[in-house]
C-alpha cells in the first residue's frame, strides 16, 4: 500500500488547487502555503529542497527568515491534514534532506493520473478506438480550468503549467481521432470548429475537421477550412500549408474512398485516421 493510499491524500492541481482527505476537503490556508503545497505536487515521489521552494516563492530576493517561514508553512499544511483525518494523512509530507516531498502515487495528484490515462489512450488509439475514446474522454475530464491556476507567477509551476497544456491539446486531438474513428463524426466537427479558432497554427485540427465536414456531406465546407487555414497561415506565418494538410485537400477533391470512414472499426478503417494523424508533425510553435 502506498502513503497516498493509506493518508487518503488526494491533490488536484487541474484548476485551482485543492487537497481532499478521503473525500473531505483540506483548508490549505493562504497563497504561500499552498505554493509549497503546488510545488511538491508538481512532482510528487521526488524531494524538494528547502532552497528550491524559497528561491520559487521569493525569486532572487527572499527574506532573511525564508528558510524558516517555508518549515513553518510546511507544519500548517500537516496540522491541516491532521485536523481533517488524523495523523495518518500529515506522512504524505515527508521531511527528507534537503527538503521535503509528497510521498504520494502519482496516480493521487489528478495531473499524475491525467498523464497515465493519456498515455493509455493513446496507446489504444489505433487497434481499439472505442477504449482510447473512454481512455481520453476521461482523462479530459479531470480538468476544472487552467493547471496550477493560481501559481502563474512561480516560474517553475508556470512551466509545469504549460507542459500540461500542451500535453491537454495533443489527447484533445487523440480523442477527436478516436471520435472520427468511431463514426462520430457531428459531435467531432463541433468541436473542431470552436479548437481552431482556439487554435489557429494546429494543422491536425484543421484537417480533422475537413474530414469531419467531408463525412457529413458538406465537401464545399471542408474545402473553405482548407483555404481559410492556408490564408491564415500565409498572412500570419509566412507559411504555406504542410504537405500532409494540402493532401487531405487533394483527397477532398478526388473524392477519395477512404475518406468516407466505411470499415472505420477494423483496423483498415481506423488506419484512415491514422494516416491524417501526419499533419501533427507539421504544428506550428
Known amino acids: 500500500m502506498t502513503t497516498g493510499e493509506s493518508s487518503g491524500l488526494e491533490v488536484r492541481v487541474l484548476g485551482p488547487l485543492e487537497a481532499v482527505v478521503h473525500g473531505r476537503p483540506v483548508d490549505l490556508g493562504g497563497p504561500q502555503p499552498q505554493g509549497v503545497l503546488a510545488q511538491l505536487a508538481a512532482v510528487p ?17 527572499p527574506p532573511r527568515d525564508a528558510h524558516r517561514t517555508v518549515r513553518t508553512y510546511v507544519s ?26 509528497l510521498r504520494v ?28 475514446f473512454e481512455r481520453l474522454t476521461a482523462a479530459l475530464g479531470l480538468w476544472r480550468g487552467d493547471a496550477f491556476a493560481e501559481f502563474g507567477h512561480l516560474p517553475g509551476i508556470a512551466a509545469k503549467s504549460e507542459q500540461l497544456e500542451r500535453l491537454r491539446l495533443s489527447a484533445t486531438e487523440a480523442r477527436i481521432e478516436s471520435a472520427l474513428a468511431l463514426g462520430l463524426d457531428a459531435q467531432a466537427a463541433a468541436e473542431l470548429e470552436v ?35 492556408r490564408a491564415l497561415l500565409r498572412e500570419e506565418h ?18 477519395d474512398p477512404s475518406l ?9 478503417g481506423t488506419a484512415v485516421i491514422g494516416s491524417t494523424a501526419v499533419v501533427g508533425s507539421a504544428v506550428l510553435q
Open 105 to 132: 502515487d502519482p496516480g493521487f495528484v489528478d495531473a499524475g493520473r491525467f498523464q497515465r490515462l493519456v498515455t493509455s489512450g493513446q496507446q489504444a488509439l489505433g487497434a481499439q478506438p472505442r477504449l482510447a
Open 238 to 255: 509566412g507559411v504555406e500549408p504542410s504537405p500532409a494538410l494540402a493532401a487531405v485537400h487533394s483527397r477532398i477533391l478526388r473524392h
Open 45 to 61: 515521489g521526488r524531494t524538494v529542497s528547502v532552497g528550491a521552494l524559497v528561491d520559487e516563492l521569493w525569486g532572487p530576493l
Open 260 to 268: 468516407s470512414g466505411a470499415g472505420r472499426s477494423s483496423p483498415q
Open 195 to 229: 479548437l481552431v479558432r482556439a487554435h489557429p497554427t494546429r494543422e491536425l485540427l484543421w484537417g480533422q475537421l475537413m474530414i469531419a465536414l467531408y463525412r457529413l456531406g458538406r465537401q464545399a465546407d471542408a474545402l473553405g477550412v482548407f483555404r481559410v487555414a
Open 76 to 101: 500548517r499544511l500537516r496540522a491541516a491534514l491532521r485536523h481533517v483525518a488524523g495523523a495518518d494523512a500529515a506522512t504524505a509530507l515527508v521531511t527528507r534532506s534537503p527538503g521535503y516531498e
